[in-house]
């Protein structure tokens, strides 16, 4: 799995360009390094080429974004942590993270 970020507090960037490879483990440290700012977001792609990506707003909060360009949206809810890391655990070991419960379809 690839991970890319931005953090808005350091400024410092992975592209989803150019994501780099990691384990699990990588992927939830570095998911933590990432400041809670407004404007930061860390995500993933899988084998698949499917998306996985959290994002922080002004308020702190962070919000699950599952991109469905088929479908010309995401899937979107706003969420804790804990959940961040259990969806990274999920699309890792080949999961569905777009299956989850209370995720909101949101037009582009």
């Known amino acids: 799995m690839h991970y890319f970020l931005y953090d808005a507090s ?3 960037e992975i592209e989803s360009a150019h994501p780099v490879d990691g384990s699990l483990d990588v992927i939830v440290e570095e998911f933590h390094t ?3 700012e407004d404007g930061s977001f860390f995500g993933v792609i899988d084998a698949t080429g499917k998306v996985l990506q959290f994002y922080w707003d002004d308020e702190g909060i ?3 974004d599952i991109p469905l360009p088929q479908k010309h949206g ?4 706003p969420t804790i942590a804990e959940d961040c890391l259990r969806m990274l655990e999920l699309a890792y ?6 299956t989850w419960d209370d995720l909101k379809f949101i037009p582009w």
């Open 10 to 12: 350091t400024d410092r």
């Open 34 to 36: 990432v400041s809670q």
């Open 62 to 64: 962070v919000h699950i």
């Open 74 to 77: 995401s899937m979107t809810k």
């Open 93 to 98: 070991t080949g999961g569905d993270p777009s």
